[in-house]
């Protein structure tokens, strides 16, 4: 679904694109009852929860020792010449401790710089338990979205265990399938790009510091569902090269 599609028919999808896509957000915490902004990284873990890797010794951190209460800012503006025109979404809900070696995998490898610290004692994984968002698709489209309604409440384990191995097996056997996804179906260029992350509604890539992501025509839950929506994908790269 486009994003013109969804800002004009499904409010919750757009505020699933915007979790998947953007990687880095501000959080709000409290500082002593106060309102406290910060700069943060991301990462949508497979039902579009918001992970975060944060550190004890940050602010932020201390605030959400004593107040687990937490706003995250999600600007979708960027490549909009008037901003207020764009979509961008604020989530409320609580920040709790999650200690998961699955998704302290997923998030360093959506963010490698992270992999230097991400094993240090001071830093811990975060899940962020959204109870309401709220969507601003642009002037007039305003959409208040309950956390039940905004995720993907599906059962994605299978393809959640299978995620480290389908990464590694496109990065090391199909890179031409990954270049010519960022090629040919979002207009990149560079080389090297890599596979970050698979979820049921689509694919992150990574090149150097620039991400990307590509949506999939139908939700995917297991392997074998992933695979034939890849092979889908790098088909249609193949018809637009040739065109």
């Known amino acids: 679904m486009s994003e013109r599609a969804a800002a004009n028919g499904d ?14 957000v501000a959080l709000a915490t409290s500082l002593r009852g106060g ?6 990284l991301l990462v949508a873990d497979l039902d579009a929860s918001p992970i975060l890797l944060l550190s004890d ?26 901003p207020l025109t764009g979509p961008r979404l604020t989530l409320v809900g609580q920040a709790e401790v999650a200690d998961d070696p699955r998704r302290l995998a997923r998030f360093t490898t959506h ?8 094993g240090f004692a001071d830093f811990r994984l975060y899940r962020v338990r959204v109870e309401r968002g709220h969507l601003v698709a642009g002037f007039g489209r ?36 990954i270049a010519n996804y960022a090629r040919h179906l979002l207009g990149r260029t ?19 510091g620039e991400t ?5 025509a139908a939700p995917v839950l297991t392997p074998q569902a992933a695979r034939a929506a890849l092979v889908e994908l790098a088909e249609k790269a193949q018809e637009e090269r040739i065109r």
């Open 111 to 118: 963010h490698p710089a992270s992999s230097a610290y991400s």
């Open 212 to 216: 990307a992501r590509l949506d999939f």
């Open 11 to 24: 409010p919750e999808a757009l505020g699933r694109r915007l979790l998947r896509r953007l990687q880095r």
């Open 142 to 177: 305003i959409h208040w979205i309950e956390g039940r309604d905004l995720l993907f409440d599906v059962d994605a384990r299978e393809l959640a265990a299978a995620e480290p191995a389908i990464l590694k097996h496109m990065n090391e056997d199909h890179a031409e399938a």
């Open 35 to 40: 309102p406290f902004v910060s700069l943060v």
């Open 190 to 208: 560079g080389t090297g790009w890599q596979m970050t992350g698979i979820d049921p509604e689509g694919i992150d890539l990574r090149c150097g």
């Open 57 to 82: 010794l940050a602010q932020h951190s201390r605030n959400i020792a004593f107040d687990p209460r937490v706003s995250l800012l999600l600007d979708g503006t960027a490549d909009h010449s008037d």
